[in-house]
T-cell receptor, first 115, second 111 residues
């Protein structure tokens, strides 16, 4: 079945630095990528939706200059948390969708800790 | 590795009947399980959850059953309505709160 590889699985960074999270679709072309942030035991919060080759569409309240999303190819999307602060510490997860009508595949998530 | 599995990619039921969505997991450290519902072009929305100390949790038309010995949980929707048509994701977390998702099951409820 469809697989989305997400790296790194865990990262610890210093406050003020930037962190890049990658999601790769291994055996299908991800025309649409969703990026979520998850809080403990709570619902996922959709941060942004990106279509290959287009600018990402950010949800209300998500700072696009802080959370940079790049979806330059059909198999790779990246989320960069710029100038990270401790409140950015969370679990970030991507979900990829191929062609219209196909299913959604989640990555394994990235646990970000900002110290 | 796929720690959470939803082996049925799709399910079709008649309006008014019961929908049963199944989910299996392999990691015995999971202690909290959630079901999410996703409409097209929207993010998943939380539906119902269950702690590993329980074997059943009910919320209106939705009931989640947990069988820890079988590492299996299921979501029952009774009665099913056309508005329930969506993709349903099973998810599980452990003490680290890292969430693992199944591949989803597309439910279609026919009028």
């Amino acid at each position: 079945g469809a697989v989305v590889s997400q790296h790194p699985s865990r990262v610890i960074c210093k406050s003020g630095t930037s962190v890049k999270i990658e999601c790769r679709s291994l055996d299908f072309q991800a025309t649409t990528m969703f990026w979520y942030r998850q809080f403990p035991k709570k619902s996922l919060m959709l941060m942004a939706t990106s279509n290959e080759g287009s600018k990402a569409t950010y949800e209300q309240g998500v700072e696009k200059d802080k959370f940079l999303i790049n979806h330059a190819s059909l198999t790779l999307s990246t989320l960069t948390v710029t100038s990270a602060h401790p409140e950015d510490s969370s679990f970030y997860i991507c979900s990829a969708r191929g062609t219209a009508g196909s299913g959604y595949t989640f990555g394994s998530g990235t646990r970000l800790t900002v110290v | 590795d796929q720690q959470v599995k939803q082996n049925s990619p799709s399910l079709s039921v008649q309006e008014g009947r019961i929908s049963i969505l199944n989910c299996d997991y392999t990691n015995s450290m999971f202690d909290y399980f959630l079901w999410y519902k996703k409409y097209p072009a929207e993010g998943p929305t939380f539906l119902i959850s269950i702690s590993s100390i329980k074997d059943k949790n009910e919320d209106g038309r939705f009931t989640v059953f947990l069988n820890k010995s079988a590492k299996h949980l299921s979501l029952h929707i009774v009665p099913s309505q056309p508005g329930d048509s969506a993709v349903y994701f099973c998810a599980a977390t452990d003490n680290n709160n890292d969430m693992r998702f199944g591949a989803g099951t597309r439910l279609t409820v026919k009028p």
